[in-house]
């Protein structure tokens, strides 16, 4: 049943775009100017995404086989289906709308309020599909249906939903989460891009931490953690709050001292390295909370992730920094502490890039985000994965973290007490219970 959580995923994202665009609606009643770059990236994206890609992909055989199978399933499906069919024609209509009220040809109430009962229809679709359709899928499908609608779903050689057409629409939500109003997105006047990459997972240990302990006094936060990340991988840690996440982090970077174990990076024994040296040797971390300087410039916040880097390759590295989050060049020359919570949460990514990490550390990168933003940290970290970066990724939000890792693990009051694929923890019951909320 991997089509149904794929499925999901893309409903979730659908969900956070129409309230993304409710929350614009609101801003717009309220006084502020109807941004058309932006709408129209949007616009563009549910065009690609949903209308022709997603849609097409659940009737031709999810649907199908849903009709095949039950007799009840003409009743839920007959009105999803005509959504489908009316997608596009509903999103012209408001494209047009769009063109009028930015030509003053109609008012921006009139525009807001077409906006709002499209938002409710996706909603009341995607509602409607996971209440009604898949519970039904799951009940009356069979193993053979199951096998022939996965092998449409996961095909990476589909031109539909391919790896391909996969980058392209990370891209395309990219130019949303750029040209998004600063209250809910970057608020940049320019979209930038993210380039996808080839990088494998799956190679040569980079990573191995053998029976690692930590103390706070006389508490042990750590109690021994072995745990490995191979070379383009993607690694995610998840547990409670209190766990020993971000001790484990600190611990791994230097700054926390550690009272037991062995750490070995890129095969080398770091174990007794100060942290600045560990971070030379490539292991850069993104810090929870941010945690910019805030008196000093964008820029400056930038050069200083670079600082171990040789002073020829700073301003090439800066301008892929620019060209991934247009805003950060837009406000270059500003104090980093006039930046709102998102836009700051780039800057610290793009900091630790700037130090060409080996492994880049992400703790928490999507705590305190709005919800358009918390998708566009995953994407950004999905695109740098592509490119082969080694990425160890600690995170509150645990489902969204396991979709995308390659492994992961789950700590608990300082133990790993379950380790895994990321799919394989989320189809665990006792992690879908404890951190996923299902």
């Not at 998004?180 to 891009?193: D, R």
């Not at 494998?200 to 072995?226: N, Q, T």
Request: with cysteine.
């Amino acid at each position: 049943m991997e089509a149904l959580r794929i499925i999901t995923e893309e409903h979730q994202n659908l969900w956070r775009i129409a309230t993304t665009l409710d929350m614009v609606a609101d801003e717009i009643d309220a006084g502020s100017k109807v941004e058309t770059p932006f709408f129209t990236s949007v616009f563009d994206y549910i065009e690609q995404f949903m209308d022709r890609a997603h849609h097409a992909k659940e009737d031709e055989y999810l649907f199908r086989l849903l009709r095949e199978r039950s007799t009840d399933a003409a009743a839920i499906l007959d009105r999803l289906q005509a959504e489908h069919r009316n997608g596009p024609e509903n999103l012209k209509d408001l494209r047009a709308k769009l063109a009028a009220t930015a030509g003053g040809g109609e008012s921006n109430a009139a525009f807001t309020g077409a906006l709002r009962n499209y938002t409710a229809a996706i909603k009341s679709h995607v509602r409607s599909e996971e209440k009604d359709a898949m519970p039904l899928a799951r009940e009356v499908l069979t193993t053979e249906d199951w096998a022939e609608i996965d092998k449409a779903f996961l095909d990476n050689d589909d031109p539909l939903f391919g790896s391909k057409a996969r980058a392209e629409f990370r891209e395309l939500f990219h130019r949303i989460a750029s040209l998004a109003p600063e209250s809910i997105g970057l608020g940049a006047h320019s979209a930038g891009s993210l380039q996808p990459g080839a990088g494998p997972a799956g190679g040569d240990v980079l990573l191995s931490v053998k029976g690692m302990e930590s103390c706070y006094g006389r508490i042990k936060a750590l109690k021994g953690i072995d745990l490995e990340v191979r070379k383009g991988e993607l690694v995610a840690l998840v547990g409670a709050n209190g766990a020993g996440k971000t001790t484990f982090l600190r611990t791994l970077s230097g700054v926390q001292p550690m009272s037991a174990g062995k750490i070995m990076f890129d095969g080398e024994d770091i174990s007794k390295l100060r942290s600045d040296l560990r971070m030379r040797r490539g292991i850069c971390q993104s810090p929870e909370g941010r945690q910019v300087f805030g008196p000093l410039s964008i820029e400056d916040n930038l050069r200083l992730g670079a600082y171990t880097q040789p002073k020829h390759q700073v301003a090439e590295d800066m301008e892929k920094i620019y060209s991934m989050f247009p805003i950060l060049k837009e406000k270059r020359n500003l104090p980093a502490g006039t930046l709102s919570g998102g836009q700051q949460q780039m800057l610290a990514i793009g900091r630790a890039l700037m130090g060409r990490p080996k492994m880049l550390l992400l703790d928490e990168p999507s705590m305190g985000l709005a919800p358009l933003l918390v998708e566009e940290v995953f994407n950004v970290v999905k695109t740098l994965k592509s490119q082969g970066m080694t990425i160890f990724l600690v995170e509150q939000n645990a489902f969204a973290a396991l979709a995308i890792a390659d492994r992961g693990y789950v700590l608990e009051t300082g133990n790993i007490t379950l380790t895994g694929t990321g799919q394989e923890l989320i189809s665990n019951e006792q992690v879908r219970a404890a951190y996923l909320g299902m």
